[in-house]
């Protein structure tokens, strides 16, 4: 699956840069107050890119990361109720003979 993952991007970016170099002419821009700006078509559609995927990206991380934080506080809570509601384990001694409250069969009495 991995090496599928890995070949799958390797085309994305041989598709790209094909892209690149067949469209690589300077397009100009007419910015406010008489400004003009000579881009590159693939520079330009780099930046148009980021510009719409950066906001949606961050938003995403961000959320999943507040999701995971409480997801971590619930868990400690739980793990936190559930060591309440066991109840302490009372340790049986090693040694029989020890533990006067030991029911011992008659052949053991003798």
């Known amino acids: 699956m991995h090496f599928l993952k890995t070949l799958f991007w390797v085309m994305v970016a041989v598709i790209a840069v094909i892209f690149a ?14 400004l003009e700006a000579d881009v590159k078509l693939p520079v330009l559609l780099l930046i148009a890119f980021l510009v719409g995927f ?13 999701l ?7 868990q400690r809570a739980l793990e936190e109720e559930r060591a309440k509601a066991v ?12 533990d006067p ?3 011992r069969s008659p052949s ?3």
């Open 21 to 34: 170099f067949r469209n690589w002419m300077s397009i100009t821009i007419h910015l406010w107050g008489g």
């Open 54 to 66: 950066l906001p949606w990206f961050t938003l995403y991380k961000t959320t999943r990361w507040r």
């Open 101 to 103: 409250l030991q029911i």
């Open 108 to 110: 053991t009495l003798s």
């Open 68 to 74: 995971r934080r409480r997801l971590e506080a619930a």
């Open 87 to 98: 109840p302490a384990r009372i340790e049986t001694p090693a040694d029989p003979a020890a």
